[in-house]
């Protein structure tokens, strides 16, 4: 692991709602921000702040989230979307995580990464596949 990772290390991102990142179902009026893309998002955003931290070959994968949807964005704003390393354990790192809109606080949450050898994974996956049929 890099010595540049670390609690307190933060990153924001701005997220653009577009119209696949809404849900439909209260009609084209009020097409906002989903869960599932919120979540989503804030994986991201996670996983490219320790990308920047952790060496060649080495990737992370999602192992945790808690996430309270508390604000509605609607379709053609923007979110910020901010995370902050918590804590790190050896591979294990956690995030805090806030969104906001032009308007209010929209989410805010944990969320847990494991860092991972690429390779290493992909040959336990192809493993397992081949276990499955």
Not at 24 to 37: E, K
Not at 67 to 87: F, K, P, Q
Not at 89 to 106: C, H, I, L, M, T
Not at 107 to 130: D, S
Request: proline content about 1%; glycine content about 8%.
């Amino acid at each position: 692991m890099s010595d540049t990772l670390k609690v307190g290390l933060s990153a924001t991102r701005r997220v653009e709602i577009d119209l696949a990142r809404t849900i439909s179902f209260m009609g084209d009026d009020c097409r906002v921000y989903s869960t599932p893309n919120l979540l989503y998002d804030v994986e991201m955003a996670c996983r490219d702040l320790l990308l920047e931290h952790i060496e060649a070959g080495k990737d992370s994968v999602g192992t945790r989230v808690e996430l309270d949807h508390v604000g509605a964005t609607l379709l053609g704003m923007w979110v910020d979307v901010t995370v902050t390393v918590a804590e790190v354990n050896g591979g294990a790192v956690s995030f805090d995580f806030s969104v906001r809109d032009a308007v209010e606080e929209v989410a805010r949450g944990k969320h847990n990464r494991f860092v991972v050898g690429v390779e290493k994974t992909a040959q336990r996956l192809k493993a397992k596949r081949a276990k499955a049929g």
